[in-house]
């Protein structure tokens, strides 16, 4: 049976009710111990013991708070699974839901290739409260991590469906069902067995050349610069006056531009264009995805959006809003910048949008 770390790094699986709402408790791993144990009836002598795998836990210090969440917590992230990477089979990160798919698509673009599973989840109701999910969850991950079928990459396992990380997206606000992959296939799925769809996880990592050394992915920490990276969301209204205060930021490197339909801005009378070739040609990078939640950006199929490649823009497919900024994030944190870094934002690196 595999050996599987829980790396608990914060939200709300780990709270507990206050007259003010939920707060961080303390005592998490004793907690969860005995809400598994009791679950799973996992008592001394029940046979039932063997269908959990053995696990260790281990908490961030300071635990991360979701909403809070910076890039530079993905480091810390990193540096906890790299510290212990050759001694387990599989990984679970527990994480707080509202940024749990950014976190996801970073680590994905972090940690490259893998030879082992990456499995973020948590829950809309803390563990040990009424009708939690926490519980069901977390076993699902454990489970699924476990599994010899399961992907070699970052993933998140939510109400019984297993996402790759950088597809997925939070969907819902109150519903279990909170996460899904809208333009990506689920990887696998919790029934009564589970269940993975065969040909769609990624290559596992694997040592270079005929070295028997064990297979380390990449645990490079990265320098995020604040405000390299940022996301404008094309609406009715948008002004050129927001529109040069954005582009116009001394420490802009990125933007993610979210637009309309198949990829389509609003012209601000001739404005927005204008402004966006000045900022391409300045060397930053623009990246185009959609406001909807399936379908690719197809700059062209209308002339407004076609007039974006003669801009400079570039179309990212179907990304997500959130792998689209953290894949500019850690490709500008690697140094990649002008044709490379365009290079780069167009082609898959780790399955989070469709070949161009």
Known sequence: ?????????????????????YVPAEGFPDRLAHHLSGSLGTQ??????ARLPDYHLIELAPLIDSADLAPVDWNRIVAALAEHWHGYDGF????????LAYTASALSFMLGALDKPVVLTGAQIPLGEPRSDAIN?????????????????????????????????????????????????????????????????????????????????????????????????????????????????????????????????????????????????AGIAILNVSQCQQGLVVQGAYASGGTLNAA?????????????????????????????LRAALATPLRGEMSPG
């Open 92 to 99: 679970i990160v527990l994480h707080g839901t509202d940024t």
């Open 137 to 281: 969850n977390l076993t699902t991950a454990l489970l699924m991590a476990a599994d010899p079928a399961a992907p070699r990459e970052v993933c998140i396992a939510f109400h019984d469906r297993l996402l790759r990380g950088n597809r997925a997206r939070k969907v819902r606000s109150q519903g279990f069902d909170a996460f899904d992959s809208p333009d990506a296939p689920w990887l696998g799925e919790a029934g009564i067995a589970l269940s993975f769809r065969p040909g769609l996880a990624l290559a596992p990592g694997r040592p270079e050349g005929d070295s028997a050394t064990a297979f380390t992915p990449d645990v490079t920490p990265r320098q995020f610069a604040p405000g390299a990276v940022t996301m404008l969301p094309v609406h009715p209204g948008l002004s050129a006056a927001m529109l040069d205060a954005v582009l116009g930021d001394p420490a802009l490197k990125g933007l993610v531009l979210q637009t309309y339909g198949v990829g389509n801005p609003p012209s601000l009378d001739g404005v927005l264009i204008e402004r966006l070739a000045r900022a391409s040609q």
């Open 44 to 49: 001394l002598g029940d046979p039932g013991r």
């Open 312 to 340: 400079g823009v570039i179309p990212g497919a179907d990304l997500t809003p959130e792998a689209a900024l953290t894949k500019l994030q850690v490709l500008i944190a690697d140094g990649l910048e002008g044709e490379a």
């Open 1 to 21: 049976m595999s050996r599987l770390l829980i790396l608990h790094t914060g939200g709300t699986i780990g709270m507990r009710p206050s007259p003010t709402g």
